[in-house]
């Protein structure tokens, strides 16, 4: 399986903006690389994803390298209802089609 | 509709005891997925379900056994768990394999605790 690796905490200032890092150097070509949050007693929820180019939408940026082996998902403004464990993950997808969970980012935001 | 139901919210269960978890989705995905979370760990995939079909089995002891009646209807049938099968067992769909990628939806999970 592809594997994730992201930093095990990060923190930042609430309405300033949050770059959290995730290296995927075994993705395949062909996997979306997605990124989740999780609020504690939530299920996760999704964020955003991408395959080659940078995505926008109303929670985050996604800007992923250009040889696909990072991505670096962008919050622009944090606030503290972003405080969450982030989660970035390669969807294996092929013929079948699943996320497998890398141990995720948790993020603290102070006011 | 968006959402990935779950139900119940909060279980527990004695050792004998059999019981179920479901999980229901109108959103029109054909694939679905179970998955297990135990405290401050991330989610681990247990099972996928594409076109009503089990695709994937990640070695899960056979005392969970998953069931998919209908597109939109997801199950899983409980028996002779252990304590240590205490977990946050999160559902979640998606358009399925052959589609273009869109993200997953989960569900707020069933809490499980073994007695």
């Known amino acids: 399986d592809a594997k994730t690796t992201q930093p095990n905490s990060m923190e930042s200032n609430e309405e300033e903006p949050v770059h959290l890092p995730c290296n995927h150097s075994t993705i395949s070509g062909t996997d979306y690389i997605h990124w989740y949050r999780q609020l504690p007693s939530q299920g996760p929820e999704y964020v955003i994803h991408?395959?080659?180019s940078n995505v926008n939408n109303r929670m985050a940026s996604l800007a992923i390298a250009e040889d696909r082996k990072s991505s670096t998902l962008i919050l622009h403004r944090a606030t503290l209802r972003d405080a969450a464990v982030y989660y970035c993950m390669g969807d294996y997808g092929g013929s079948q089609g699943n996320l497998i969970f890398g141990k995720g980012t948790k993020l603290s935001v102070k006011p | 509709d968006t959402e990935v139901t779950q139900t119940p919210k909060h279980l527990v269960m004695g050792m004998t005891n059999k019981k179920s978890l479901k999980c229901e989705q109108h959103?029109?995905?054909?694939?679905m997925y179970w998955y297990k979370q135990k405290a401050k760990k991330p989610p681990e995939l247990m099972f996928v379900?594409?076109?009503?079909?089990?695709?994937i089995n990640e070695s899960v002891p056979s005392r969970f056994s998953p069931e998919c009646p209908n597109s939109s209807l997801l199950n899983l049938h409980l028996h002779a768990l252990q304590p240590e099968d205490s977990a946050l067992y999160l559902c979640a769909s998606s358009q399925g394999p052959g589609t273009t990628n869109y993200g997953y939806t989960f569900g707020s999970g069933t809490r499980l605790t073994v007695v």
């Open positions: 959103m029109g995905h054909r694939a």
């Open positions: 991408g395959l080659t």
């Open positions: 379900y594409s076109y009503e079909k089990l695709s």
